[in-house]
């Protein structure tokens, strides 16, 4: 399926012998890579034990099936406040999920925005003894995931994306009793939580950014870009030479 680019100008003889530019709007580009993301899903929940006893990933993305993109499986790590004699405190991420994927078109480079949510809380608190029921949870707010790509032409002519860059931000809920007791030691959750969730967001990206990187799927979805770029086309695809961004819309050079 075509990808619906809007052709706005076109100029030949570029400075470049025997190549022809073609400058394609950004948003009809990114309305495109939205479309293919249509069915992208993702989760994020602490790992779990398998039947052998081992312990299985429990955070997945998956791009969607317009890109025929498998299950991509990782761990995120626990939060654990020692508390001695009284046992340990453990934070655990619980239930948080894709809500929503936008794609825009930037100076120089496309931006996916997904939005992630958590049906009650983000962060599960349990004690090594007194279980769930005496430990705060949290919730984590304005959870975002932001992929900044940047379209290039490959050696053999064809398009796809340079080092992409991956970020994940989110905030601790503010409504949460800022600390609490467990066997006469006192718990600053604040101080408990802070770093951790840097670690955490910190934790996403580096999985994420592998994620992107992976060939076949980094390939499937610069083959969405190109397919686009093909439609627009009156005969075959031709190699493309060059990319370069204009303001937020793309100057593709092709070999005549």
């Known amino acids: 399926m075509a990808l619906g680019l809007v052709l706005i100008g076109c100029a030949c003889g570029s400075g470049q012998t025997g190549a022809t530019e073609l400058v394609l709007r950004g948003d009809a580009i990114a309305r495109q890579i939205q479309s293919s ?89 349990t004690h090594s003894v007194l279980g769930d029921a005496v430990i705060p949870d949290i919730k984590l707010d304005k ?36 600390r609490f007791s467990v066997m006469g030691q006192t718990i600053d959750v604040v101080d408990a939580l802070t770093n951790y969730r840097r670690e955490l967001c910190a934790s996403i990206q580096r999985q994420l950014q592998r994620a992107l990187e992976d060939p076949a799927r980094k390939e ?10 093909a439609g627009q086309m009156a005969g075959p695809m031709r190699a493309v030479v060059g990319l370069r961004f204009q303001g937020t819309d793309l100057v593709v050079k092709l070999r005549r």
């Open 220 to 229: 499937a979805l610069a083959k969405r870009i190109q397919e686009g770029i």
């Open 37 to 125: 993301l249509a069915g992208a899903t993702g989760e994020l929940h602490c790992d779990r034990v398998g039947p052998d006893g081992k312990r299985l990933p429990g955070c997945f993305v998956q791009l969607g099936p317009s890109l025929g993109d498998k299950r991509f499986e990782f761990s995120l790590p626990d939060r654990v406040v020692d508390l001695g004699y009284a046992g340990q405190v453990y934070y655990k991420v619980d239930d948080v999920r894709l809500k929503t994927v936008e794609v825009a078109a930037a100076t120089g480079e496309f931006v996916i925005r997904a939005s992630f949510t958590s049906k009650d809380v983000a962060l599960k608190g």
């Open 143 to 178: 959870m975002l995931l932001t992929v900044h790509l940047k379209p290039v032409a490959s050696d053999d002519g064809r398009i796809s994306y340079d080092q992409p860059k991956v970020e994940f931000t989110a905030s601790v809920d503010n409504t949460f009793i800022p």
